[in-house]
């Protein structure tokens, strides 16, 4: 079995993430209260952009707007409808859609998750795998679904406007 870069790291992610659950429940019986439901996690949520790692919330987008773009010009070659609307309204491209968005932002979600937990041991010297499985994600999943029905429609209205 030949390992890729993209399954070590989803790994990894998974293994921290689960490494950092019973600090999480140690957590909640100490204090009472899920971090991620917390006003201390709202409280805490201006520190990840101005602490260390904050060139993250700038790159992790970035990225997820590039393979956006890639994916939305594969759908308007290939006449699958727009990311968005075609995941919501188009059960027959539903799971198709799905599977190639989950394998295009795969790493990069990885990424994500290792290093929210990485820079909340920095700045909070504390790991809390909810938060990590949220702010990851939202970095790398709105950014990226939306360039990607966004090129869709573009390429496909640039494409209609030149014939």
Not at 88 to 104: I, K, M, Y
Request: hydrophobic share 50%; net charge positive.
């Amino acid at each position: 079995m030949k390992l890729r870069r993209k399954t070590i790291v989803t790994v990894l992610a998974t293994l921290v993430i689960v490494a950092a659950i019973p600090f999480a429940i140690v957590d909640i019986i100490e204090t009472g209260r899920v971090y991620l439901f917390s006003r201390q996690f709202l409280e805490e949520l201006p520190l990840r952009f101005t602490g260390p790692g904050r060139l993250r919330f700038i790159l992790q987008p970035m990225f997820a707007i590039l393979l956006g773009v890639r994916g939305g010009l594969d759908d308007a070659k290939a006449g699958t409808p727009p990311y968005l609307f075609g995941l919501l309204f188009h059960a027959g491209h539903r799971r198709e859609l799905l599977r190639s968005g989950a394998a295009a932002v795969e790493t990069l979600l990885a990424m994500g998750i290792i290093l929210d937990v990485v820079f909340q041991l920095i700045i909070y010297h504390a790991v809390h795998p909810g938060s990590a499985l949220v702010v990851g994600p939202i970095l790398i999943c709105l950014p990226y679904a939306l360039s990607r029905a966004l090129t869709t429609r573009l390429a496909r209205w640039l494409g209609e406007s030149r014939e």
